[in-house]
């Protein structure tokens, strides 16, 4: 088996142009499967010698993430917005996110990858490159179009995502049968937007890919507009709006049954999440306000 | 493939095949057989190694990843005597059977070289990737906290 | 590398004392089955059986052994002795032999230059198979009619208990309930491996992980067919084991394939393999009736119980007696009817765990206790004490209780212990860890309690013995002691408690613990809490038999009087002495001891009774949880356990064994389960098999109990099942309490609690 090992962008890229093989990070993923034989690539492309793909960077009102950024990077960089490095906290164990990558998230394109659902709620961009036809972006939720399927073609890598700043509150909740190591059974990321006004609710593991809660997301938009809560620091929402959006996001999951966990705990795990978020979102938009 | 990797100081040249992990070369080429697998898919920590300073399952790491890297393994950790976990690993009586000592060692190792006074908390999370059937984690707990006492400089009862 | 100690001064019995092997473990060197090498050596692989059930017409291994590296295939007919084996009985094929019974049943075997080529060359075996309908359901495996998954007959034992009057409806109150408990798997991280290699007599040498060496040896050489004396096993270095090595994995596999090639091989199994490559704990469906009076006191306990057996008997007949013999719990009731059915069906085998059949009834009788105290409006501590066994009781199976019955005091010390430091509950610690799942709504905390029970040493009459050498000679620099057994460390600390008993016996600083091979006689089983009872009896033995000659040779020399043995002299009183490495100039000092337990009986099989054990253990725990309610997470906060030891002999590692045992407990009750589909094993990895984390597992707070034993060797009582025992339920019960209903089945599940408390509040879980 061969192992290419570029230590440059465009080198990696022509590897890919010419002959599309596997491609290999973090290996969190892909060494499972080849561990356990279920994988055995003919080649491999080892992105991990390009260190100009690892770092986050803040660049005209927007946020940049190399796709080799590790989620220990994530957790321990000051400047990664708080629901990306909750989510990346959440990931596995030290070992595990010493080595796994934002970019493999994307890239494996699982709707219970961790950092999916931050991304998609930061309304996060994947910037894709390959050697003939440039770079090109695509709106996360719009590059995950399926159980570990993406929009990712043979000859493209990914080589950052990106997201405009944002410093509103920003909450991850993810449900797992355990107290630490565990695949989402399922999970929520909530991003408030002082700046625009709005929310933006993703819910990770309970469809074939990561969606927006969208009619959630309208009530709890209405919701604090009509309480001033971008304003005055002591807006209410009440908890009978804070369950309806939990309710709303219920409905927005098509979860299934698996070994993980059955399609209506899913949904009840969303509802209650949801719910819960909302109610500290609006109580950190408040202190928010306040404060300021 | 042949490459290039420093273990545990010194430089060894390794032939792999394409698809073997670190765990493989370490135990099968470079005859170190202290780092152990047992589960194969990160999910154990029984391989636990440092790379280039930080830990990971070795299992995870493709062998040709770690060329012209630095590699620390259980074999290496002590320097020239026993780490101050390994030594009260055997005074607290945290090890039982023993097979997850060795990634329980460089993980706990590597949290007292970033956090000189962690609390129960934090050693928690931080070993939460190294599964043990045999102790409950009581003793390994105990460990963990004398070591980093002493590594501080202080009594064992603090 | 290897498993021999070194030399340490380490203290005598009743000390916490460092490991031997300690120094080794820590530092990587020790010798695991799974890190033996040696020149010349092969790998082997197992091709195993895709289908739950299945005729086998034809196996074509011709691709196979034209395979690049592959030095043999096998299959049954290449078994030169007997083609089944078994611990209690040999009805499990070496090979599958014309019909594969589980998902995973081995049918051929590879040996190979590389690991890579034998697994590869798995693939080029053509097996074709006759699927068959498969049993998967132990009750339909019951039922008249039922198509019968092997010639021996679907049931593996029907247990009957009956005591006092059958029938009776007395009683003010009366709780009945169903209750279940999942597959669990003992999941050692150590995985199954071997090395054997062909001796220069014709023989084999075995180096496995096993709990019992001379059981694996004789099995081997039936089926080797090979005398005895040819056949050596050796502990290798063991990686936990938890019931999972007493019956045969690869050992006689890799034999074989060693025998074909005259080559060593060496097995080992991945992880995903390794689930079907042991037993596993039966999963159990039990069915309770509890009457008991207005005032608390227990008339009458009914309990029907069916364990499944999966394809074949290993421990089944055993387990199931266990699990009827302790299905009351340690309490007293006059008029009991239990009835276990150990049944076939074409699900993996299930066989030893921790617990052994105690375990999954402890779940049940905790239950209905805690039930019947709702019921009788009685503080659930306060019903058991009411009901408690005590010394000069009869149990259930009809045996009198001797010595200090620990149950009272138990339920006194779980009572008074301290509630958990009521600090902050740091994000850290709340149900769903790093989850984030709440800021501290819909969490309410719970407290539960149970008790368990169960006998040490092997059951019903089989009685074992434990043999040890010990031998004292005159090393370089003073006296040495060498001490010999059989016995398997698995993590335990047998090892550790042999020398620090040959440290008391002979008063000598330097002890080394040889390896544990079949050159010395049988140890029996590193299982039912026994070895530190036996093996310990056996090393006491010899030593004071040691000693014994030791003075005699000291009075020959003309020391006279009481001598006794200190600081590596013999003293006369008076001050007279002579050194012992003198006394050994004319050469070591051995003896051979074998060391037997009480006899005990065979169980009647109409009634169950009978002196079928030789001592009880028992234990209780108390479990604090947080449960967020809306989620159903759980944090267990606290837990705590009182058990009666009888004496610890290391009291360190005692309470390892008491926390790790705990562990076990915990997991079995919040997230442990193998989950069959059509007997396929849907979760065979630690993805999905789920054992408690460091952020799972609270501190456990060890309240130890020594009250000697009557008969054993320093009065000891088994510790390594019982924190097994009742750490499960009293976690259970302790969510109970927390959401206010009953959680009758076990695992509990995230989605068990929810629905749960829906239905308390009137709604359900909906798609």
Redesign the interface.
Known sequence: ???F?PTSLEEALEVRRRSSPVV?A???DL??A???RRE??SA?L?L?RIGRLRGIRHDTGRTLVGALTTF?DLVRTPGCPPVLAAASRTV?????R??GTVGGNLATGSPAGDALPPLVALGAEVSVRSATRGTRTIPVHAFLLGPKRTALADDELIVEVSWPATDGPQLFSKVGPRN??VIAVASVALVVDPRTRRCRLALGAVAPTVVRAAAAEALLNDALAEAGAWEQPAAEVGDDVLADVGRLAATTAEPIDDHRGTAGYRRHAVEVLSRRVAGWAVDDLRALVGGA | ?TFQVTVNGRRRTVTA???A?LLDVLRDDLH???????????????C?VW?DG????A????A??A?DRDVV???GI?GDG?HPV?EE??????????????GI?M?AA??LHRDAEPDE?V???????????????????DAVQAAGRRMRGQGLDA | ?STATTPVVIPGIGA?A??P???A????????A??LWMPDLLWGATLRSPHPRARIRRIDIAGALRHAGVRAVLTIDDVPGRRTFGLLMPDQPVLADAEVRYVGEPVAIVAADHM?QARAALEQILVDYEPLEPVVDPMSAMAPGASVVHPAGNLLRHFRLRRGQHGRDDGDVVVRSVYTVGTQD??????ESSLAFPTRDGGIEVQAPTQWAHEDRAQLAASLALPIERVTVVVAG?????GAREDLSVQLHCALLARATGRPVKMVL??EESFVGHVHRHPARMEYEHRATRAGRLTAVRARIVLDGGAYASTSPKVAGNAGAFATGPYAVDHVQVDVFAVRTNNPPNGAMRGFGATQVCFGHEAQMNRLAGELGIDPLELRRRNALRSGDVTATGQTLRGVVAVTEIVDRLATMPPPAATTV?A??RPGG?GNTTRGEGVVRGIGYALGMKAFCFTEGFDDTAEARVTLRAGEQGPVVEVRSAASE????ISTVQVQIARSELALATVVLLPADTTVGSAGSSSASRQTAMTGGAVRDACIAVRRQLFARAKSAGLTGHLTLDAARVHAEGGTHLSVQALLEEGPIEHTAVHRHRETTPLDPATGQGDGFVSFMFVGHRAVVDVDAELGLVRVVDLGTVQDVGLALNP??V???I??????GLGLALMEEVQLDEGRVRNA???DYL?????D?P??RSVILEHPDPDAAYGVKGAGEPPTISSGPAVVAAVEQAIGHPLPQVPVRPEHIVAARLATAGDRLTR
């Open positions: 088996m061969e192992v090992q290999v973090g290996g969190t060494m499972v080849v561990n356990a055995r690539p491999l080892d991990s220990s596995g164990s030290p070992q595990i010493n080595r630490a190591m | 493939m095949g394409g698809a992990s170190l057989p202290g780092t152990k697998g047992a589960c194969e898919e990160g999910e154990c920590g029984s636990t790379l930080e830990v990971v399952c299992c995870l790491v493709l040709v990843q060329a393994t259980i074999e002590g026993r390994q690993l055997i005074r607290t009586g945290g090890i039982q059977c023993g097979f997850c000592t060795p060692v993980a590597d949290l908390d050693i928690r999370e931080a070993l939460a990737g190294n599964l043990c059937r045999c102790t409950g984690y009581t003793k390994v707990l | 590398m916490d460092q490991r092997d300690g120094v473990k820590v530092s990587g060197d020790f010798a695991y799974s890190d890579d003992q999941a050692a991280l150590g995985l063991i990686g936990g084991a938890f991945s992880r740091s850290l610690r790093t698995v993590g335990q600390g360190q590692a309470e390892g064994q926390e790790g045992g705990s562990a076990q990895s630690f993805t054992i408690p984390t460091a952020m597992m501190r456990v």
